[in-house]
Every structure is written in structure tokens, then in C-alpha cells.
């Protein structure tokens, strides 16, 4: 390709479609756990769900990997789907109900330009909760791009929020 290209700077990527070995359980984390809502059943092997009644932000299929094992931690594949909170409040609120609940974490992050709470889902899909801090707070190398990074997340700090 000879002329250079830039998708659209307001471009999104709009939803994520897994393979689910039991859609009840996805279900079960998604939605009784997470807070997601079912928008629609297509059937009884598939189910899109969402925040805020946008059409779907999350598809769920058995078609192919109806009990089927997780995918290998060291094959190709999908490393984790990021889920964007609006407020470091709601973050907060997240990790309160997750902790609640005693479903385990497989980490938390401070990435100078987000906050992020790791863990799976019920298939080993790897989930990120997070927040952006605010865009003029990002830290910058020297070159102008973006110094990001992984530091411990100060969940103490995080959960005064909640006060």
C-alpha cells in the first residue's frame, strides 16, 4: 500500500463476541456479577448483552464451544476484553462488589494513564475494569509519546472513593 492511512481518531471498536463453554455461567458473571444486561437471547446458544441499553457491548456463544475447555494460557488467542468505566467512583464500586462476592482477582494496575482491575471469567477469557485518568494527566516520555507502564495499583487509595 503506497498512500499511508489513519482510521478515524473517533472510530470505537464496538463489541466483543466470545465463545462460552456454558452460556448460563458466562451469563452468571457477566450479568449477576459484572451488572451487565441480556438485550436479547438468540436462542438457547447465544446472548448479547449490555450497559445502558446500547444493542449489545458483549456477545456470548456455545455454537462452537459448548463445554469445551478454556483456550491454552500460551496459544494464540484473546489476552483480556477491556471494560471502560466513566469514573474512578465506579471503579471503586466494582472492586467493592467483586471483592464482595470473593470471585478472585489476577491483578490490579496503576498504567499512569489507567487504573485497572484484572481477572477471568468463568472460560479464562482474560476481563480488565478500568478507568482513564484524565487525557492531560497521561505521562509523556521525552519524544511526546506516552510513558505508560504497570505499577501497583493503590487499592486503598482507589476505595476512598467510596467515602
Known amino acids: 500500500m503506497s498512500t499511508p492511512y489513519k482510521i478515524p481518531s473517533q472510530t470505537r471498536i464496538g463489541h466483543v463476541h466470545l ?13 449477576d456479577l459484572l451488572g451487565f444486561e441480556i438485550t436479547t437471547m438468540y436462542g438457547e446458544d447465544a446472548a448479547f448483552i449490555s450497559a445502558g ?42 472492586y467493592k462488589r467483586i471483592s464482595e462476592a470473593s470471585y478472585p482477582f489476577t491483578g490490579f494496575a496503576d498504567h499512569g494513564v489507567s487504573e485497572a482491575l484484572y481477572l477471568d471469567d468463568p472460560d479464562g477469557n482474560g476481563v480488565e475494569l478500568y478507568w482513564d485518568n484524565p487525557r492531560e494527566s497521561w505521562p509523556q516520555k521525552p519524544d511526546g509519546t506516552l510513558e505508560m507502564y504497570s505499577r501497583t495499583l493503590d487499592i486503598e487509595d482507589l476505595l476512598s472513593e467510596l467515602i
Open 53 to 94: 441499553g446500547y444493542h449489545h457491548h458483549i456477545g456470548l456463544n456455545t455454537w462452537y464451544s459448548k463445554d469445551g475447555e478454556p483456550a491454552s494460557l500460551h496459544s494464540a488467542g484473546l489476552f483480556h476484553t477491556a471494560i471502560l468505566y466513566n469514573e474512578r467512583k465506579e471503579l471503586a464500586v466494582i
Open 19 to 31: 465463545k462460552v463453554a456454558d452460556l448460563k455461567r458466562a451469563l452468571a458473571f457477566y450479568c
